[in-house]
């Protein structure tokens, strides 16, 4: 068996001393270097050696791809997140928004454009302001090292640093004044929104669905029941009381949340002919500070009803105006700066179209002015406030509403030709006429807000009430759809639930003659699924089916159990292809249904036999 040689012995066989071990043997300097080497060499052999990979740790998403291997919060970032925007998201721009809020909201193409880009400009402000304050504390704390000299503070009783060589003062001549310098950096201030338009069509829903995405404290506040401070009723600070709440009494994300004022409409100015409107201007003018930007101080009190010390709590309710949330401890005070809190307000506005279609009117008289027809749609819906909610107008191609539109709005798309077909082969959705688009600040003063709270609300989007189409689609398409909420919900009680599609054209035209918008499609489910609800469940019922005789109320929801699968299916397939035969061109429908179902060649035989004669008789 072959003895094993040290390896300093391979290295510089001269320098092995016989006689003694190996472990007291002199070693020398380039001896002990080379030794280092070899094993260096031998360890970064084994690091490369090849490892069996297993799905578990293996990363293949930064392959070919630059890494940073140290951070330097002065120095830009390099590699992959170089260029991504600072504090967002890499894929969040506006048309990102718009199509997250197309997955929830279904039409209001224009509103749901003006939110995602306000909300989008909002949150870029806030990231840059926070990045313009990170680096100032940046730079000032490397001058404060700069300028730090290194004995100082090391022993009590150090005497500070004198800096020398600044400007004698003595010199500096009297009537030469320094001059004024601001460094103050470009400041980007905030656009907040007014959503407006009819009940149930979406604007609440778009704000929550914003907020969610985007993860940031959202509180939503009634303002029916704002009041001027000193009166009962609630004061306009509640609503950053329950935004601090709703962000878990953390008072930096509360400072970049969203604050949704809904029913803004009612605190209205009212004409009252004795005493003081505490309800409407005076409400308004607390308003104002705190939309535009002030200091809320918050004194935050624990819930009535929160357990005691002795495990105990009380049987009356809470009154406090505060959600959820961690409770605070007693008589601690917060101050919730709302400079950077966006706000949406909402409401319904009624009565206002009747105040714009009153100016556009007016606008037609004079000279250069506009000529209007008389008689027009537009002067008859001016007459009818109603008549664009329950009878929309569509806007034509040359009509008198494409030209307001063009004059009023920007980048108005034209209406789509009537014979043109949208990309599931059904007819294109025409643009309808909505007054609400051509709002103008003198509009909402003369509805009976002060112009300082509508100049604070620079950005306005209308949202125009649902059609038939709008509300079979909001049935159908959302994520969260109604039809889909209902499905699952048999489904959890081992029920199949499924709905015709005349059924389901039966449930939109009946919602919409509800009017109230989108709500109405929920009523009209639990009336038709009620006694369904209560009956299946704990039964031998396996199948449940609307057809267009339950939804119309001339029959009862049918019923389908476990070995009755074949008639399910059969049933909705008569139904179906029924709807689809009524739905073709009488000319498609087969023969024997007039001269448009007649063969190519016989009509083009009885064109030319027509021609023939009509030349004959004209010679």
């Known amino acids: 068996m072959a003895s094993h040689r040290p390896v300093a012995a391979f290295l510089c066989p001269a320098l092995e001393v016989p006689g003694l071990p190996a472990s007291q043997r002199p070693i020398s300097g380039g001896l002990r270097q080379a030794y280092l080497a070899l094993s260096r060499r031998s360890l970064s052999l084994a690091a490369t050696a090849p490892i069996r990979s297993t799905s578990q740790f293996r990363r293949s998403d930064f392959a070919n791809q630059p890494f940073t291997g140290s951070y330097e919060p002065g120095l830009p970032t390099s590699g992959p997140l170089g260029g991504a925007t600072p504090g967002l998201p890499c894929d969040l721009t506006p048309r990102s928004l718009k199509q997250h809020l197309d997955q929830f909201v279904v039409g209001q193409e224009r509103a749901k454009k003006i939110l995602s880009v306000a909300v989008y400009n909002h949150y870029q402000r806030i990231h840059e302001l926070q990045r313009r304050q990170d680096e100032e ?20 009783g150090q005497q500070l640093t004198i800096r020398m060589g600044g400007p004698a003062t003595g010199h500096v001549r009297a009537n030469t004044a320094p001059p004024l310098v601001d460094t103050t950096p470009l400041t980007i201030e905030k656009s907040n929104i007014l959503l407006l338009g009819p009940s149930g069509v979406g604007k609440t829903l778009m704000a929550k669905t914003l907020a969610r995405v985007l993860s940031v404290p959202f509180s939503m506040s009634d303002c029916t029941p704002f009041t ?19 962000a878990n009494y953390d008072v930096e994300a509360a400072e970049r949340g ?50 005691r010390a002795g495990g105990q709590s009380p049987s009356y ?76 107008i569509p806007i034509l191609p040359g009509s008198e509403e494409e030209a307001l539109y063009k004059q009023h709005l920007p980048f108005f798309t034209p209406a789509p030709a009537p014979e043109q077909l949208s990309a599931d082969g059904s007819p294109a959705e025409p643009n309808y006429f909505n007054p ?19 100049g604070r609300v620079p950005v306005t989007a209308a949202v125009a009430p649902l059609t038939h189409s709008l509300l079979l689609r909001i049935l159908t398409e959302p994520r969260s759809s109604l039809l889909a909420q209902y499905v699952a919900l048999f489904s959890l009680s081992g029920i199949e639930l499924r709905f015709t599609t005349p059924a389901l054209q039966v449930v939109a035209t009946n919602a919409l003659a ?30 449940a089916l609307v057809t267009e005789k339950v939804a119309k109320r001339q029959e009862r929801v049918l019923y389908f159990g476990r070995g009755q699968v074949g008639s399910f299916h059969t049933m909705i397939a008569d139904e179906e292809g029924a709807w689809e035969a009524s739905r073709r061109p009488k000319s498609a429908r087969g023969p024997d ?3 448009a179902s007649e063969e190519p060649s016989a009509s083009f035989e009885r064109w030319r036999s027509k021609t023939t004669i009509a030349a004959g008789s004209g010679g």
């Open 137 to 156: 504390e940046e730079l000032l704390a490397q001058k404060e090292r700069r300028e730090r000299h290194p004995a100082e503070h090391d022993f009590p």
């Open 228 to 246: 001027q401070a000193g009166y009962i009723g609630e004061d306009a600070e509640v609503c950053v009381h329950r935004l601090l709440a709703a």
């Open 258 to 307: 969203i604050i949704c004022l809904d029913e803004i409409d009612k605190i209205a100015t009212a004409r009252v002919s004795h005493g003081k409107d505490v309800s409407g201007e005076g409400v308004q003018q607390a308003l104002l500070k705190i939309i535009e930007g002030t200091t809320v101080q918050i004194q935050a009190k624990p819930e009535r009803n929160a357990p």
């Open 317 to 392: 309710p809470t009154s406090t105006p505060l959600g959820s949330g961690s409770q605070p401890a007693k008589g601690e005070v917060y101050n919730v700066r709302t400079d950077n809190i966006l706000f949406i307000c909402s409401g319904a506005f009624v009565g206002l179209q009747k105040h714009i279609m009153d100016r556009l009117a007016k606008g037609s008289i004079g000279f250069g002015a506009r000529v209007t027809k008389s008689g027009g749609r537009l002067q008859s819906a001016s007459k009818d406030q109603k008549s664009t909610t329950a009878n929309p």
């Open 436 to 454: 609400l688009d051509l709002l103008t600040p003198a509009d909402l003063q003369s509805y009976g807000f002060i112009p300082e709270l509508i």
């Open 514 to 543: 509800m009017g109230t918008g989108a709500r109405a499609l929920r009523t009209e489910m639990e009336t038709i699924l009620g006694d369904a609800m209560y009956e299946a469940p704990g039964s031998s019922v396996r199948y």
């Open 593 to 595: 249904r007039g001269p």
